[in-house]
């Protein structure tokens, strides 16, 4: 089994509110991680000290082996959803998709539009990104963080806004990655989605996490 995210004695806190106290976690490779708790638990805080958004006070982050922030400012292959990511709202979501894909600049539009198709979202739609609704948002969020065939995915609230169908299918999308030996690590405060999907879930508990999975 080998570990694609670890957390090793991870301690942080906020203005004296401590989210996580000294606190270990290991993601296998090839699983769907689901992570639960009540909203101001701080599961987007561990999204982002996995993603190298935030540091720890204390403790390690690992993701394939390299400390987050030390060997690795952030780490790579890493598809993530955390927040709503920053739109160029005058631009539609084709154009928008295609400028993230220049920074990293390994995909190609077919790829892009690709992503979009699987998704829902119809590529040559000329409609601006400020006239999305928010489910076409959250299906533009979700592309970007896929679009790069990432073999890890972080994902925060993925299936916030979308439809019976679309939950559907990004469910299916997300186990068919999973059959790919892609890791996942998610939450959702759908726990259909968790216990459909999630094969270890964890619980943020009083600054610990609690394995309930
Ligand atoms: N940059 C920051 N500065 C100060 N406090 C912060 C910061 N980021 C997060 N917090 C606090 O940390 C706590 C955990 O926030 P977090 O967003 O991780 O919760 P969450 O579990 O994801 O909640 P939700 O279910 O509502 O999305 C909250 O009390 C939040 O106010």
């Known amino acids: ?120 979202l119809n590529p040559d739609n000329s409609q601006k990104v400020k006239n999305y609704s928010l489910g076409m948002k959250q299906k533009l969020a979700i592309a970007q963080a896929i679009m790069e065939n990432q073999h890890i995915l972080i994902l925060d609230e993925a299936f916030n806004a979308l439809d019976h169908d679309s939950v559907e299918s990004l469910r299916e999308l997300l186990l068919a990655f999973r059959e790919e030996g892609k890791t996942i690590v998610m939450t959702s405060h759908n726990q259909e989605d968790i216990d459909y999907l999630c094969e270890d879930v964890y619980r943020i508990n009083r600054g610990k996490l609690e394995k309930i999975v």
């Open 1 to 120: 089994m080998t570990a694609v995210i670890e957390l090793k004695n991870v301690t942080k806190s906020y203005k004296g509110n401590l989210l996580f106290d000294a606190v270990d976690l290991t993601v296998p490779q090839g699983r769907i991680v689901g992570i639960v708790g009540p909203n101001g638990s701080g599961k987007s805080v561990l999204f982002k000290m996995m993603c190298g958004f935030v540091f720890p006070d204390h403790g390690e982050v690992y993701v394939e082996e390299k400390q987050i922030g030390k060997e690795q400012r952030f780490p790579e292959g890493v598809g993530i959803i955390i927040d709503r990511p920053g739109y160029i709202a005058n631009k539609t979501g084709f154009e928008n998709l295609k400028e993230l894909a220049q920074i990293q600049n390994q995909i190609d539009e077919e790829a892009i539009r690709k992503t979009m198709l699987i998704l829902g």
